[in-house]
């Protein structure tokens, strides 16, 4: 291997990283308000039902934000961005 190799490929993986995480900020952000029209539809959910879907959505956005700070402090934060993503496309 060549020494242009060696550093080309940690700036290929980190970009890959870079697009990874940005495509699941993104989707985490849409999952829900971007169909919630279709969705209370086809349950049959009233606007109230659709405020309360939103805001448990985003509550348990807020209380897994500390978990995934400590779980990136225990198990390293590699592990835990490869297990999200992982997660995110099962």
Do not use: D, K
């Amino acid at each position: 291997m060549s020494a242009s190799t060696l550093t080309y490929e940690p700036r290929r993986s980190a970009y890959l990283a870079l697009l990874a995480c940005s495509t699941l900020g993104t989707l985490s952000s849409t999952i829900i308000s971007a169909p919630i029209n279709v969705i209370a539809h086809a349950i049959g959910a009233s606007p109230r039902g659709i405020v309360f879907a939103v805001s448990a959505f985003t509550l348990a956005m807020v209380v897994f934000a500390p978990v995934s700070g400590w779980m990136c402090q225990r198990f390293g934060s590699r592990r835990v961005l490869a297990g999200s993503l992982l997660l995110m496309v099962a």
